[in-house]
């Protein structure tokens, strides 16, 4: 056996420091992993859909939210429109929401059951069954934030069920999570400056 390699393998000390050397580098890894697929996700909620096609005549994607859609202004929903719905579709659901709300994720409308041949959510309208936001009531609560500019989520998604049950903000993410076939996402801005 060579020299080094037997006085590597008699040495306790040096094993144990190997050891700890290898657990820090596949630490560092996992981490910078992890953080490469948070930010790749982040990525592709701010550049929109990768199969339908969401787009509001009210705002562009990565732009400002008018005021009129806030709860400074009329605080109604804008218009929003969609193309190439996967075959198989069975209706549609809707959340929009605000994940940089300082107490976390804040839901401003969950809508369910829109009907499969739907292509458009005119301005100020109810598309389908509405459920409970984080205001405490159904219907849509446009942009409120506190202080800054927060990103606001417009998610459609494609489902495979006519309709489905959802009576919380929870039951409808998890069902909606269970049930997609295909989603798309319309990111805009709003900050009460």
């Given at each position: 056996?060579p020299?080094?390699?037997?006085?590597?393998?008699?040495?306790?000390?040096?094993?144990?420091s190997?050891?700890?050397?290898?657990?820090?580098?596949f630490?560092?890894?996992?981490?910078?992993?992890?953080?490469?697929t948070k930010?790749?996700?982040?990525?592709?909620?701010?550049?929109?859909?990768?199969?339908?096609?969401?787009?509001?005549?009210?705002?562009q994607?990565?732009?400002?939210?008018?005021?009129?859609?806030?709860?400074?202004g009329?605080?109604?929903?804008?218009?929003?429109?969609?193309?190439?719905?996967?075959?198989?579709?069975?209706?549609?659901?809707?959340?929009?929401?605000?994940?940089?709300?300082?107490?976390?994720?804040?839901?401003?409308?969950?809508?369910?059951?829109i009907?499969?041949?739907?292509?458009?959510?005119?301005?100020d309208?109810?598309?389908?069954?509405?459920?409970?936001?984080?205001?405490?009531?159904?219907?849509?609560?446009?942009?409120?934030?506190?202080?800054g500019?927060?990103?606001?989520?417009?998610?459609?998604?494609?489902?495979?069920?006519?309709?489905?049950?959802?009576?919380?903000?929870?039951?409808f993410?998890?069902?909606v999570?269970?049930l997609?076939i295909?989603?798309?996402?319309?990111m805009?801005?709003?900050?009460?400056?």
């Open positions: 056996m020299k080094i390699a037997e006085n590597f393998i008699n040495n306790p000390l040096l094993i144990v190997m050891r700890v050397v290898i657990l820090f580098l630490l560092c890894a996992f981490i910078l992993g992890c953080a490469t930010e790749d996700i982040n990525k592709t909620y701010e550049k929109g859909g990768e199969s339908m096609k969401l787009s509001s005549n009210a705002f994607n990565g732009s400002m939210i008018p005021s009129k859609y806030a709860c400074k009329d605080n109604i929903n804008p218009q929003l429109s969609w193309s190439d719905a996967p075959a198989g579709t069975k209706s549609f659901a809707l959340i929009v929401d605000d994940p940089d709300a300082p107490a976390g994720t804040w839901v401003h409308w969950l809508v369910k059951d009907l499969a041949d739907t292509r458009e959510i005119k301005e309208s109810i598309p389908g069954t509405e459920v409970e936001n984080d205001f405490g009531k159904e219907g849509y609560g446009g942009p409120c934030p506190p202080s500019v927060h990103r606001y989520f417009f998610k459609l998604y494609a489902l495979n069920v006519a309709s489905f049950d959802a009576y919380s903000k929870s039951d993410y998890n069902k999570d269970q997609k295909s989603e798309s996402v319309l805009g801005k709003y900050s009460k400056g």
